[in-house]
């Protein structure tokens, strides 16, 4: 399976940007896929996973309220919307693949896609 992240980049504080990450190959041997990020200078953390059907979500804390995974299994793509950046918000964020949110949440992944810089300026 290849993940292809986009749609990163540079916003100020308070904007919104939406993150896309389309999967292809063997996507039957996937269940589900999420987000990653990982700072400067810090470990990856998880942030969102959601499954493909029936389409259950897990946040980390720091996303919940603000930040909306969402899946169109039609186009075997997930998105991650993002609201109300902060400048701590600014990371690599990488998608990843595999057969549960929950394993996924675990940082056990058997897929991950190459990352997608966002960076949120003050």
């Known amino acids: 399976v290849q993940l292809q992240a986009s749609g990163g980049g540079l916003v100020q504080a308070g904007a919104s940007l939406r993150l896309s990450c389309a999967a292809s190959?063997?996507?039957?041997?996937?269940?589900?896929m999420g987000w990653f990020r990982q700072a400067p200078g810090k470990e990856r953390e998880f942030v969102a996973a959601?499954?493909?059907?029936?389409?259950?979500?897990n946040y980390a804390d720091s996303a919940k309220g603000r930040f909306t995974i969402s899946r169109d299994n039609s186009k075997n793509t997930v998105y991650l919307q993002m609201n109300s950046l902060k400048p701590e918000d600014t990371a690599v964020y990488y998608c990843?693949?595999?057969?549960?949110?929950?394993?996924?949440?675990?940082?056990?992944?058997?897929?991950w896609g190459q990352g997608t810089l966002v960076t949120v300026s003050s």
């Open positions: 190959g063997r996507t039957f041997s996937i269940s589900a």
């Open positions: 959601v499954s493909w059907s029936p389409g259950i979500t």
């Open positions: 990843a693949a595999d057969r549960s949110v929950f394993s996924i949440a675990r940082g056990s992944c058997m897929y």
